[in-house]
């Protein structure tokens, strides 16, 4: 009789327990980022997604917000700060705010290809990075790929000296105004939202991106010239709330910082497989010439744009883009 009762109080115990789960409101991370689901970032922000949910058996549930529809990469930040949003991987661009030294990332030339980059940010100067850039009520939790910047404009660019008088857009920062500058071309910030548009009216002349960014945002139409200049690295930080993340349950703070670690590694590799198919559709449209430079021309753009490092040695430290120099000879 005892032991029946006790097999009914279990039953009802597990039952109640069952109900209770059941009944729970999942946790939700609304993930808000510009660029269109067909970009590494956009697939990326898919798959944290899916690793996420699956993970924590519907604990959680991620909102992916893409093409900026909540909030573009300027107001996405005071949107993390007071939670109105918990994650956002903005471009380091739009982040000297938070930590200037994460302009180190804008400086043209100054990684020589994906591995020295990535033995950059998986080190000690990426870890260093990562906690400088945790404050003002932000976590920094990774660094995102999406490829190198290529330039493309009305005009054939293979030398410096054939940017000079265009209008170019760009981010918003200080590294890129310079660049600019150093061109003897002048910037003007647009969000990414609208670039198609300012392209399209000639309210600008020209702009640097990735090769899939190029593509799946269609600036091939309103641009005759494409050149694979690979001049700067575009990457994302991945950031959360403060606030958010110091209260998510331990177990599943862990199962999100495993699958923003195995989404890190998918970035990586989905952003040179779509990079790569995005200039074979390129050449494939016939609208737009690629111009590849040469080694020569290549040397003649890096000494030149080269020339800005000291002007930032205060801002990001001297040392620093020393070390990241220094890395390339490892």
């Known amino acids: 009789m005892i032991s029946t009762v006790k097999t009914v109080l279990l039953t009802l115990t597990l039952l109640l327990l069952f109900i209770g789960s059941s009944f729970a409101q999942p946790i939700i991370i609304k993930f808000s980022h510009v660029v269109g689901q067909n970009t590494p970032k956009g697939k990326a922000g898919e798959y944290f997604k899916r690793l996420v949910e699956q993970r924590s058996n519907g604990r959680i549930r991620v909102e992916v917000y893409a093409n900026g529809t909540l909030f573009d990469d300027w107001d996405v930040q005071e949107a993390l700060k007071t939670n109105v949003i918990q994650m956002a991987a903005p471009s380091y661009s739009k982040l000297s705010g938070v930590n200037p030294q994460l302009q180190l990332f804008g400086l043209p030339f100054l990684f020589k290809d994906a591995e020295h980059l990535h033995s950059v940010v998986d080190g000690k100067i990426g870890t260093e990075l990562l ?22 404009a009305n005009r054939k660019l293979t030398n410096p000296h054939d940017a000079a008088g265009l209008r170019f857009r760009i981010e918003g920062s200080n590294v ?26 000639k309210e600008i002349d020209g702009q640097e991106n990735t090769l ?33 993340w110091s209260q998510l349950p331990e177990d599943l703070k ?34 737009v010439k690629v111009q590849v430079l040469t080694s020569a021309e290549r040397e003649i753009w890096r000494t030149k744009l080269r ?24």
């Open 307 to 330: 020339g800005l490092y000291p002007d930032f040695y205060n801002e990001i430290g001297a040392d620093l883009i020393h070390k990241v120099q220094e890395a390339q000879t490892k």
């Open 254 to 287: 862990v199962i999100v910082q495993g699958a923003i670690k195995d989404a890190t590694e998918y970035i990586r590799e989905m952003a040179i497989k779509l990079n790569d198919d995005a200039l074979l559709k390129l050449r494939s449209t016939g609208i």
């Open 131 to 152: 906690k400088s850039a945790s404050k003002n009520g932000l976590v920094a939790l990774a660094f995102w790929d999406n490829g190198f910047k290529q330039l493309t």
């Open 212 to 244: 899939s960014n190029i593509y799946n945002q269609e600036l091939y139409r309103v641009q005759s010239d494409l050149t694979l200049s690979n001049h700067g690295y575009l990457g994302y930080l991945v950031l959360t709330n403060n606030s958010f």
């Open 176 to 201: 890129l105004t310079a660049q600019y500058e150093a061109l003897g071309a002048t910037s003007l910030t647009i969000p990414f939202p609208m670039l198609y548009t300012a392209l399209e009216k």
